[in-house]
């Protein structure tokens, strides 16, 4: 999957009502509650099982860095929402952490490289924002909005 840097995905141009919105404190022990979020969204929509795995990948890599390097220790909320297209699977979070947008310096991992060597950090959110079929990040309003969305087979 190559990342998507448009402004959103092409059928939420115009803002997508929500199947379900959770309001979490911005806290790592809320990690469970994002993930049951996530599955569950994933099992009413009968995502293949691969689907599932990246998408909840992807969720808990944002959640934690929100909550690590985005709040850095300071109380905030997580608003996680979450919908079924015919076409997708997508999970928003919003937050209120100074504006950053994850794919900023987001480098494919340095394979030539030996492993001692190699700098720490990015590659958490490198495998797992690779592993959807689209991530966009907006700035709206002073808050963070990042989106992930998987497709959905085809049925029929």
């Given at each position: ?17 929500p199947?379900?919105t ?7 022990e ?30 808990d ?19 996680v ?15 209120d ?6 794919r900023?310096g ?5 394979l ?12 958490g959110v ?15 309003a ?5 989106t ?9």
């Amino acid at each position: 999957m190559a990342l998507d840097f448009g402004a959103v995905m092409p059928e939420m141009a115009e803002p997508a009502l929500p199947q379900a919105t959770l309001h979490v404190p911005a806290e790592l022990e809320q990690l469970d509650r994002i993930a049951e979020f996530v599955l569950a969204l994933c099992a009413e929509s009968r995502l293949p099982q691969d689907s599932v795995y990246r998408l909840r990948l992807a969720a808990d890599e944002l959640a934690t860095n929100i909550v690590m390097h985005g709040y850095h220790g300071v109380s905030g909320e997580i608003v996680v929402a979450g919908g079924i297209t015919p076409a997708r699977v997508w999970v928003r979070f919003e937050d209120d952490a100074p504006a950053f947008d994850p794919r900023q310096g987001m480098q494919p991992p340095a394979l030539d490289v030996p492993l001692a060597e190699r700098q720490v950090g990015g590659l958490g959110v490198y495998l797992a924002f690779t592993a959807v079929d689209f991530f966009g990040y907006r700035l709206v309003a002073g808050r963070n909005v990042s989106t992930l969305a998987v497709n959905r087979p085809p049925s029929g």
